[in-house]
């Protein structure tokens, strides 16, 4: 579960990876170039949330999956178990 | 690879256009992205929005404003310039170049239109519902709300886009 984590969220960072470069390109790079950056204080508020935003959406989302499917396993190792555990009673 | 290089010349020249063509832009421009999102929006929401020339489109209590910054022109360009990325190894001839380009453009124009409409749907919902709690100002919620719902349309188009180019390798190996 450590591991897993982490894992999962390199694999969606990498997945994810054209979407966001296009993101960052339409919302930081162009307006940079077309001069936006020139209003500092309110284009660094903005550019703060667009930089930070996805990636902590994209962590979030893992996490999410990853829980999911911990609990899911869990649940069928549970009644695995208690099938096995039956049947040997049965024996 | 020429005719690849040549797709990806006329992307970079069609995002530096559109982006030039939002910039000079007067709202009353952008009625092909904003009627069908105020309409949209209206259907969803319940509340019929009234175009008011130069200005935009009004909620009728005139509380909520669709207007130029509101377009999703932004949005349409980068999922307009991923699309093209992402299908560009399909691009090996004049035709499929022109086949390429035209779907891009009508799947980031649909896309844009949905996922605009979703944006501002929520943005209503919100600002009806202040959350009395937050520690954001609704500003900021409003900055926060756009960013995942525009980041999260990318990565859903990007989704679709890859599973609809798989579709006609699948076809012909069989599957």
């Known amino acids: 579960m450590n591991r897993a984590i982490p894992r999962a969220a390199a694999r969606a960072f990498r997945h994810a990876a054209l979407p966001l470069a296009w993101y960052y390109a339409v919302t930081l790079a162009l307006p940079i170039a077309n001069g936006a950056a020139q209003g500092v204080a309110a284009f660094a508020e903005h550019a703060l949330a667009v930089l930070v935003v996805p990636p902590v959406l994209i962590v979030l989302v893992c ?21 096995l555990c039956d049947s040997r009673l049965q024996a | 690879m020429k005719t690849k290089l040549c797709a990806l010349a006329i992307v970079a020249a069609a995002v530096w256009g559109m982006k030039r063509y939002y910039a000079d832009a007067r709202v009353d421009d952008l009625w092909w992205i904003l009627s069908p999102t105020a309409w949209l929006v209206g259907v969803i929401t319940g509340r019929a929005f009234a175009f008011a020339p130069g200005e935009g489109y009004f909620a009728p209590d005139r509380l909520f404003l669709i207007e130029k910054s509101c377009a999703g022109i932004n949005f349409m360009i980068a999922a307009f310039g991923m699309s093209m990325f ?6 090996g001839s004049a035709v499929s170049c022109a086949r390429v380009l035209g779907t891009s453009l009508l799947a980031s124009y649909a896309a844009a239109v949905l ?42 188009l990007y989704e679709l886009v890859l599973r609809f180019d798989r579709r006609p390798a699948l076809a012909r190996s069989g599957r």
């Open chain 2, 86 to 91: 992402a299908r560009v190894h399909r691009v």
């Open chain 1, 63 to 83: 996490a999410a999956r990853e829980i999911v499917r911990l609990l899911r396993w869990r649940g069928t190792a549970r009644a695995a178990a208690r099938e």
């Open chain 2, 115 to 156: 996922v605009n409409t979703a944006r501002i749907a929520i943005a209503m919902w919100l600002a009806a519902h202040p959350m009395a709690l937050s520690a954001f100002t609704s500003a900021q919620i409003h900055r926060f709300e756009g960013i995942t719902v525009y980041f999260g349309g990318l990565v859903l």
